[in-house]
């Protein structure tokens, strides 16, 4: 098993900046990438961003530029920067770790809620 605490969510007026982290612990020697996905009220949860083993992120189109996915391999931390934040950014954060394409090994983390309001 593999636990993920994700942290450093909060409220942050339009234009302000946040920076959520996800410690893994427990099993992770399978874990192949971690990254985030968000979900907003009323809307399915997407994509946000990934980061790899080898270092190699993925960060989903229209967010790249604003937010930028980190990672501390000896910390097994990753972290997600993001600026110059929108009111459309209100969601649930989530983690995620997930072992090598074809392992069935995918876990997830509570969430953490950021809210952008003035």
């Known amino acids: 098993q593999v636990q993920l605490a994700e942290s450093g969510g909060g409220l942050v007026q339009p234009g302000g900046s946040l920076r959520l982290s996800c410690a893994a612990s427990?099993?992770?020697?399978?874990?192949?990438?971690m990254g985030w996905y968000r979900q907003a009220p009323g809307k399915e949860r997407e994509l946000v961003a990934f980061i790899d083993n080898g270092g190699t992120t993925t960060h989903v189109d229209s967010l790249k530029g604003r937010f930028t996915i980190s990672r501390d391999s000896a910390k097994n931390t990753v972290f997600l920067q993001m600026n110059s934040l929108k009111i459309e950014d209100t969601a649930v954060y989530y983690c995620?770790?997930?072992?090598?394409?074809?392992?069935?090994?995918?876990?997830w983390g509570k969430g953490t809620l950021v809210t952008v309001s003035s």
């Open positions: 995620n770790a997930r072992g090598p394409p074809g392992y069935g090994i995918d876990y």
């Open positions: 427990g099993s992770i020697v399978n874990i192949a990438a």
